[in-house]
C-alpha cells in the first residue's frame, strides 16, 4: 500500500489567494483526519470524517477553512483567503478502526502564505 | 479538557538508554501510543498499550505505564544516531480523537 498520500508537499502562496490541499488516505480505512502543526502551537486536530461524514470540525479555526470527502478515497482542505497566519504543515492521517490500528499519517504538505 | 504534557527535550549519548515521559489528565484514556515524526517527515506510530496493560516491550522500545498516576514513559535501548527525532506521546479517550503532546525533541550525540 502506497500509504496515505498528500498534495502538494509544498505550497507557496499570496495572502488572500485560495489553497486547496488534497488528501487520499489508505484504501478501506474509514476515517479521515485533518492535522496543523506549528512550532507555536504544536498539533493541532481540525476535522475528522468518519464514512466520509464530518464528524467533528471544532478544530476548524474559523470560517476561511472548510474541508470536503466526496468520497472515500478523496478529501480537501480548502483555505479561503489565505493568510500569513495560516503557514503551517497540514497533515492528513486516515485509520481503519478505533484503538490498535490507530492512525497512519501522510507525509504532510507544507504551506507558506506571503 | 484533555490535556498531554511532555518535556521538550532530550539529549543522550549514543549508546546509553533514552527515556522519555508524558502525562495525560484524561481518565478514560483507552489506549496511549508514542509515534516518531523525523524531519520534513510525517508522524510514524511506533507503539501503542492498551490502558489495562503495565507494560510492552518491542525490540529496544520499552512503554511503562502507570495508569494511577497517568504516567507514560518510552525508554529507547541502545541509542543510535537515527532515534534523532521528535516523539509525540498521544491519548485517545472514548472518541476517535487522539489527543497529542507537545512533542519531545531527542538528540543523540556520538
Known amino acids: 500500500d502506497a500509504g496515505v498520500i498528500q498534495s502538494p508537499r509544498h505550497e507557496v502562496t499570496e495572502m488572500g489567494q485560495e489553497v486547496t490541499l488534497r488528501c487520499k488516505p489508505i484504501?478501506?480505512?474509514?476515517?479521515l483526519f485533518w492535522y496543523r502543526q506549528t512550532m507555536m502551537r504544536g498539533l493541532e486536530l481540525l476535522i475528522y470524517?468518519?464514512?466520509?461524514?464530518?464528524?467533528?470540525d471544532s478544530g476548524m479555526p474559523e470560517d476561511r477553512f472548510s474541508a470536503k470527502m466526496p468520497n472515500a478515497s478523496f478529501s480537501t482542505l480548502k483555505i479561503q483567503p489565505s493568510e500569513p497566519r495560516d503557514s503551517a504543515v497540514y497533515f492528513c492521517?486516515?485509520?481503519?478502526?478505533?484503538?490498535?490500528?490507530?492512525?497512519?499519517f501522510g507525509p504532510g504538505t507544507r504551506l507558506t502564505v506571503l | 479538557g484533555e490535556d498531554v504534557e511532555q518535556s521538550l527535550f532530550l539529549s543522550v549519548r549514543e549508546g546509553d538508554s533514552s527515556v522519555i515521559n508524558c502525562t495525560y489528565t484524561d481518565s478514560s484514556s483507552t489506549y496511549l501510543y508514542w509515534y516518531k515524526q523525523e524531519p520534513g517527515a510525517g508522524l510514524q506510530l511506533l507503539t501503542y498499550i492498551f490502558s489495562n496493560m503495565d507494560m510492552k516491550q518491542d525490540q529496544r522500545l520499552t512503554v511503562l505505564l502507570n495508569k494511577k498516576d497517568k504516567h507514560l514513559s518510552l525508554r529507547i535501548a541502545d541509542t543510535q544516531t537515527g532515534d534523532s527525532a521528535i516523539y509525540f506521546c498521544a491519548e485517545m479517550g472514548n472518541t476517535d480523537k487522539l489527543i497529542f503532546g507537545t512533542g519531545t525533541r531527542l538528540q543523540v550525540f556520538p
Open positions: 492521517a486516515s485509520s481503519n478502526e478505533r484503538g490498535a490500528d490507530t492512525q497512519y
Open positions: 484504501s478501506g480505512h474509514n476515517s
Open positions: 470524517f468518519n464514512n466520509n461524514v464530518p464528524i467533528d
